[in-house]
């Protein structure tokens, strides 16, 4: 047909829909599991019978940035957690796992008080050495996400 109105042909390398990565559906549960199904950040494990409340599967290196749907690129975080971890309120430190804290994360008081609690402190860690977060996925985080500077800097 694109022959007879005068159009060449155009090679197609399949569709953009097949050239996309598709997320492990099992990311998340591996990474849960991992984790003992608690947040590594403050600890938090509330259920409602089998089914974890608050609790997800954050990439350190996001998967919009090719960060893979691995164990060692997911942490076990609470919401709140995993949301001021993807805006860059705190980076984990390779090899001591200890978290630190922006000098831009601000509220009241308490609020503040609450969450610059974990300033310093390491990381809840995977049930298993091969889990542990990878350096170079924290590597990225600290350097594309984190909002310098840290706390204390």
């Known amino acids: 047909m694109l022959a007879e ?3 060449a042909q155009v090679e197609v390398m399949g569709n953009a829909r097949d050239q996309q990565r ?3 559906p099992a990311f998340r549960t591996k ?3 991992a984790y003992q199904y ?3 950040v403050c600890g938090h494990d509330l259920r409602m019978g089998q089914q974890s409340i608050g609790l997800e599967a954050a990439h350190i290196k996001w998967f919009q940035a090719n960060g893979p749907d691995e164990v ?3 942490i076990a975080m609470c919401s709140l957690h995993h949301k001021v971890f993807d805006l860059g309120a705190f980076k984990i430190l390779p090899g001591t796992y200890q978290m630190v804290f922006s000098q831009h994360l601000n509220g009241s008081e308490s609020a503040s008080h609450r969450m ?3 300033h310093g402190a390491g990381l809840v860690l995977p049930q ?3 889990y542990l977060p990878h350096p170079a996925n924290l590597d990225w985080h600290a350097r594309q996400v984190f909002k310098n ?3 204390g800097d």
């Open 149 to 151: 500077p840290a706390r």
């Open 5 to 7: 109105v005068g159009l």
């Open 72 to 74: 060692p690129n997911g």
């Open 22 to 24: 598709r997320r492990d």
């Open 31 to 33: 990474v849960l599991m």
């Open 38 to 40: 608690r947040c590594a």
């Open 128 to 130: 298993a050495k091969e």
């Open 116 to 118: 610059l609690a974990y």
